[in-house]
């Protein structure tokens, strides 16, 4: 899973409300034009924005893995049935098209993700939903950021171990339980350090974050946001 990487991209330069903004947008307008024409289109956007980040696609794909899987097979799952032809291709294909929109969609946010500091996160939607909710939904986002990585992180270290042991020899569901009981518990682990360490640190619920300023270099991300907001409406 990538994380946050300091850098001087043109990802890295934006303003972190078009960015979030630009997400949204992409989002909206990757459930709006649905045929093949609009995701070609949607497919080069989401090239271009992981240029802007110099994440490389295969590297995106890569970080993505397990979502991919699950998106891979439900297109599977949607053309089997249960009687004869046993296959229909077209809801397989209809499946496929909205797979194929979740998996641009997480490009885009690999690129966020890449170029955007947890900090800079929380400061962006503090600004875009004022109040305690916004407080609330900027420390959320910004602890998962930091969370993730670290447990999947502890996953790997757990499945390596088991390897190590020989437990490559078990079956699979064997290795499923000791995975599934050992990570839940690694993770509960965390939460409690996690805990301890923001009481020890004086856990703010309103510090000071870093400034967010737009530049002339956020002109063309906004206008771009704009025409893909209001897409659906031409």
Request: without cysteine; positive net charge; hydrophobic residues 65%.
């Given at each position: 899973m990538l994380t946050y990487e300091p850098g001087t991209t043109v990802g890295h330069r934006l303003d972190a409300r078009a960015k979030l903004g630009f997400q949204i947008?992409?989002?909206?307008?990757?459930?709006?034009?649905?045929?093949?024409?609009?995701?070609?289109?949607?497919?080069?956007?989401?090239?271009?924005?992981?240029?802007?980040?110099?994440?490389?696609?295969?590297?995106?794909?890569?970080?993505?893995?397990?979502?991919?899987?699950?998106?891979?097979?439900?297109?599977?799952?949607?053309?089997?049935?249960?009687?004869p032809p046993w296959l229909d291709i077209g809801d397989?294909?209809?499946?496929?098209?909205?797979?194929?929109?979740?998996?641009?969609?997480?490009?885009?946010?690999?690129?966020?993700?890449?170029?955007?500091?947890?900090?800079?996160?929380?400061?962006?939607?503090?600004?875009?939903?004022?109040?305690?909710?916004?407080?609330?939904?900027?420390?959320?986002?910004?602890?998962?950021?930091?969370f993730l990585p670290v447990l999947q992180s502890d996953l790997r270290r757990i499945r390596d171990a088991i390897a190590a042991r020989g437990g490559e020899n078990a079956s699979l569901r064997r290795r499923a339980e000791l995975i599934g009981i050992l990570g839940v518990s690694r993770t509960f682990r965390r939460a409690n350090r996690l805990a301890l360490a923001m009481q020890a640190r004086c856990f703010s619920w309103n510090p000071t974050l870093p400034p967010l300023s737009a530049t002339r270099l956020d002109v063309p991300v906004v206008a771009l946001s704009s025409m893909l907001l209001l897409s659906p409406l031409l």
């Open positions: 947008a992409f989002a909206v307008a990757a459930f709006a034009h649905t045929t093949m024409s609009g995701m070609a289109v949607l497919s080069v956007l989401a090239l271009a924005v992981l240029a802007t980040a110099r994440v490389s696609p295969l590297r995106a794909l890569w970080s993505i893995r397990v979502p991919l899987v699950l998106l891979a097979f439900a297109p599977l799952l949607a053309a089997a049935t249960l009687g397989g294909l209809v499946t496929a098209l909205a797979s194929y929109r979740v998996v641009l969609i997480l490009l885009v946010s690999t690129a966020y993700v890449v170029t955007t500091a947890p900090r800079e996160s929380r400061a962006a939607i503090q600004w875009a939903v004022p109040g305690r909710p916004g407080v609330v939904l900027g420390i959320g986002v910004s602890l998962i950021f930091r």
